[in-house]
Every structure is written in C-alpha cells, then in structure tokens.
C-alpha cells in the first residue's frame, strides 16, 4: 500500500490517496477517507444489491475482528480469504480489533491478552491467535492487536498499562507478520495509546519506532459506541495535537469510533486521514435520518426547513429524563440527536416529504417521511433498510464535501455551518 499526501492546508488538514493495494492495484482512493463499517462482514441492514445503489465508488470496508471470529475456521476452510468469502471481492478490506460501533465492556484485562465480546461471549485472544485469525481472514489491510481500554477518567496505571501492552502487541504482531507467508506483504497499522496522557502518548510513539507499519490508529480516547460521540474537544484537542505532531507525516492516521459531523471536522483539521461510517450507522439504529448540511450551502443561504429544536445531552435535566420532554427529546433519549430527525416521532406521521430535500439517495426519491415513519413505528425491516441507505450516502456525500473544502480552502466555512444548523436547532 503506497500512501501519498497531495497537499496540507492552512489548519493541517490533509489531501491525499491511498494506492497500490496487491489484491486490487488499481484502487485509488482519496483521504480523508471514509471505511464502511460492517458487522459479521456486511454492512448492516444492507445486501450486496443496496450496497451498490448506495454507492459504486471504490471503497474499504472496515470489518471488526470481534464480529468475525467466530467464523476464522469457516473462512481458512474456504481458503480465499474473507472478501470472497462475503461476496465482495471487488471491495477493499481492512480488519480491525474491536467493533468501534459498538461499546467495549472496561475493565476486563488479563496478561497477554485482550477481550473480545462476541455473540456468543467474552473471548480472550492473544498475538499469535490474533495473527492466526488475520491469516485466515487475509484483509488487505489489518489493525495491531492493541489495549485501547482507557477514557479521560483512566488512572496513571491504567493508562501506563495500555501503552506497554499496546506497544507489546505490536512487536509480535509485527514479527509473525514478517515470518508469514500469507501476510508479510499486508499493510499493517499500529496503535498509538495512552488516553489523555500526552507524555504516555509521546512514549508509545517513541517505542513503536523501528516497526514495519503502514500507518497509526489513534486509540484510546473512548471505549467505542456512545462513548465515542459524547468526547468534549477541549479535553481531546491538546493531546491529539502533540500526538500528531510527533507522528510521521508520510503515513496515514486513522481515528475510529461513531464522533459526530463537528467533532470529525475538527479531527481533519488536525491531520487524520481515515475514519469510519459507525455514525450513520448508531443513528440508523435508533430510527434516525441525518439531516445535517453536507455541503457548502451557496452563498451561505440560510436553513429554510423548519426542524424540531432539541436539547443537548448536558442541558437535560433530571425531571426531563423522566419523562418531561415532548417529540423527539422522549424520556428514552439519553444521546443527543442534533443532526438527525426521530423518524418514529408524530411530526412526521402526514408528512409527504422526503427525508432530505434535494436528496438524490434511493430513499428520498421513492420514499416520504410519513411511510418511513410507519415502517418504524410497526417494526417492518424495510424501515431500518431504507434509514441506512439515506444514512450512508448522506455521509459519503459529507466526505466529499470535506475533500473539496480542503481543496478550496473552505473547511472553517463548512464548520461554520455546520454550527449554524446546531445552534439553529437548539433555539
């Protein structure tokens, strides 16, 4: 895998390709990149079929080792690895550790070793399992096996304890790499950790030096799932920036986990490179339609659409989490929905418009609020189908939008509009 930086922006963002794949060589594909999530090796809720009346564009699907190993034996028994053995061989792969959709149980650690929660319970993997499953499932990209289990409350131990297990990991997971026939020409990404300890950051950089990697993941600021899109920047801010700062700049930075529309933005702006779709993925979950702007809006023409206000996560109090709140803030909301509309609330029971005006996605040319609504609310499984459809194409749209903005120079100008449609909707 080649990895080129075509230009730098004034605030560090990064424009750039990732190239030269030895499955598909002729797969060129832009950063910031977008993987699609998967779980079990397909994107949730949606077949090969959708998938492609969402997209046809190359992509990389990012497949989550603890929803798949389970299955290691069935696809080594198969032998061509797990693109084939899911049907989307004309698609790249890259294996990861955990689910970063998907909130990772804390607290559960043993030597030489991490936990994987599977369907069918906790798993203990350590690096020559982990290897081994790799070798199976023969990605064309593949994460270290890393301990990633720290947040900003993560004690001194805690947190000295993931960067010596992470940078432990990576040396063996290296070394077998190298020693194997199936995986020594296989991009391989290390971890850096460390929570929000700068100087554990900067040590975990300093003692992956001297490795064979491809490029770095950035883990360890939450525990996956919710976790990940309630992060407060000005905790995040001053770590990443030291932490980048000392990364190479010829290799790609990845950073994992369902952050919300601003938080992303602001993550580019610093210089990672890769991220993933387990955002549009958690909304699709609990019945949501992003409607945030993904692009540039001419003239800074203003939100015409009237949308229901909601309050952010910090401003609910007690007596409206019993129940208090009306539409879309109901008494099991616990996330903030900012840039979403709740498909399942009565608003939209008689309403004949699509999702997203303008929309060109499948969903908002068939389909209207009011019957997306019904699907929802009666449980039918084409209600989730067609949410994801939406969901995903809204978010590739979103990071086309962001490639052209660090081309034009506009990137603070779609933040600021973004924060336009935020304030707008908490008024």
């Known amino acids: 895998m080649k990895f080129t930086v075509s230009s730098v922006a004034k605030s560090t963002a990064r424009l750039g390709s990732l190239s030269e794949f030895t499955r598909i060589p002729e797969a060129v594909l832009e950063t910031p990149l977008l993987l699609l999530h998967t779980r079990g090796a397909s994107v949730p809720h949606l077949s090969y079929d959708l998938l492609q009346m969402v997209s046809t564009e190359s992509q990389i699907l990012q497949m989550p080792l603890v929803t798949l190993v389970d299955h290691t034996k069935n696809v080594k028994a198969f032998g061509k690895g797990i693109a084939e053995f899911a049907g989307l061989k004309e698609y790249l792969n890259y294996v990861s550790v955990q689910d970063s959709g998907t909130t990772t149980p804390e607290g559960y650690h043993e030597k030489n070793s991490v936990s994987l929660w599977t369907r069918g319970g906790r798993k203990l993997i350590d690096p020559q399992t982990y290897i081994t499953c790799i070798e199976a499932l023969k990605p064309d990209m593949f994460q270290a096996m890393v301990d990633g289990d720290t947040t900003s409350n993560s004690s001194v131990k805690r947190v000295r304890r993931s960067v010596d297990d992470t940078v432990k990991f990576a040396g063996i997971c290296a070394n077998l790499k190298e020693k194997s026939e199936v995986l020594k020409d296989t991009p391989m990404l290390a971890c850096i950790t460390g929570g929000y300890n700068i100087k554990e950051r900067l040590r975990c950089i300093t003692e992956l030096k001297g490795l064979d990697v491809a490029g770095y993941v950035l883990e360890g600021f939450h525990t996956n799932g919710e976790s990940a899109t309630n992060l407060i920047w000005e905790d995040l801010e001053p770590v990443l920036t030291e932490t980048i700062e000392s990364l190479p700049d010829n290799l790609p930075r990845a950073f994992h986990g369902p952050v919300t529309p601003i938080i992303l933005l602001k993550l580019v702006s610093k210089g990672i490179d890769i991220f993933d779709a387990t955002f549009p993925w958690l909304v699709a979950e ?31 109090t007690p007596k409206e989490k019993d129940g208090s709140l009306e539409n879309e803030n109901s008494k099991d909301e616990l996330v903030d929905r900012v840039f979403e509309i709740n498909i399942k609330d009565k608003l939209y029971f008689n309403d004949t418009r699509p999702l997203v005006e303008d929309c060109s996605c499948y969903c908002c040319r068939k389909y209207s609020r009011s019957y997306i609504h019904h699907l929802s609310t009666t449980s039918e499984l084409q209600g989730p189908i067609l949410l994801m459809m939406h969901n995903l194409h809204h978010y590739i749209n979103f990071f086309r939008s962001i490639r052209l903005a660090i081309r034009e120079d506009q990137l603070q100008g779609l933040h600021s509009t973004l924060e336009q449609f935020v304030t707008s909707r908490r008024s």
Request: charged share 15%.
């Open 286 to 316: 609990r019945a949501g339609a992003l409607i945030f702007p993904n692009t540039l809006l001419k003239g800074n023409a203003p939100i015409t659409e009237t949308l229901p206000s909601v309050k952010s996560q910090a401003l609910i």
